[in-house]
C-alpha cells in the first residue's frame, strides 16, 4: 500500500470569532496547491482515493487535488483525521479501505508524527510545510515502525 500525507495548503490567520476549523485557504495557499499538484503528476499517475479532514482547509486542498487529477469523485471527507488525529486512529480510519493508492490531507504536526509512527522506532523532527506531499509506503498491512519513506517534496520544489 502506499499512503500519500499531505498537508493542506497555505490558510488564513486565526481571527476570532472565526473557528480554527473555518479557516480557508489564501489566494497564494490555492495557487500554490494546484501548482504542486501539477508537479505530483509527474511522478504519481493518480490516487485511488482522497480522504481529508472536516477542516475547510483541508477540503479546499483536497478538491483541489482532486480537480487536477480529474478523480473528483474520490474524495471522502474522514471526521477522524481532523486536527489532533493519532496515528492508532489513522490505522484504524485506513483499515475500511481496499484501496491500494491512498492520499490523506490533514495537520501539522499529526503528518510529522504518522511518518515517525510509521518509519521509525524514534522520534523524528520533520519539516512538513503547507501543500507538503510524503509517500509512505508498506508490504502488507500498515503497521507501526514497517513503513519506507519514499519521499517527502515541499510545495516549492515544483
Known amino acids: 500500500m502506499n499512503l500519500y500525507l499531505i498537508r493542506h495548503s497555505i490558510s488564513e490567520k486565526l481571527i476570532p470569532p472565526k473557528k480554527d476549523f473555518e479557516r480557508e485557504l489564501t489566494q497564494s495557499g490555492i495557487e500554490l496547491i494546484k501548482k504542486a499538484s501539477e508537479g505530483w503528476k509527474k511522478i504519481i499517475p493518480s490516487f485511488d482515493l482522497i480522504l481529508y479532514s472536516p477542516y475547510i482547509r483541508a477540503?479546499?486542498?483536497?478538491?483541489?487535488i482532486a480537480q487536477i487529477f480529474n478523480i473528483t469523485d474520490k474524495l471522502v471527507k474522514e471526521n477522524n483525521i481532523a486536527a489532533g488525529?493519532?496515528?492508532g486512529n489513522l490505522i484504524d480510519v485506513l483499515s475500511?479501505?481496499?484501496?491500494?493508492?491512498?492520499?490523506?490531507v490533514g495537520h501539522q504536526p499529526?503528518?510529522?508524527n504518522h511518518i515517525t509512527n510509521f518509519c521509525s522506532h524514534n522520534h523524528l523532527n520533520i519539516a512538513f510545510p503547507p501543500a507538503a506531499i510524503a509517500k509512505v509506503?508498506?508490504?502488507g498491512s500498515m503497521k507501526f515502525g514497517i513503513g519506507r519513506l519514499e519521499f517527502l517534496i515541499p510545495a516549492e520544489a515544483y
Not at 59 to 64: F, M, P, S, W
Open 59 to 64: 477540503e479546499q486542498t483536497a478538491k483541489t
Open 85 to 87: 488525529c493519532s496515528t
Open 96 to 104: 475500511v479501505y481496499d484501496e491500494q493508492n491512498i492520499a490523506v
Open 110 to 112: 499529526d503528518l510529522s
Open 137 to 139: 509506503s508498506f508490504d
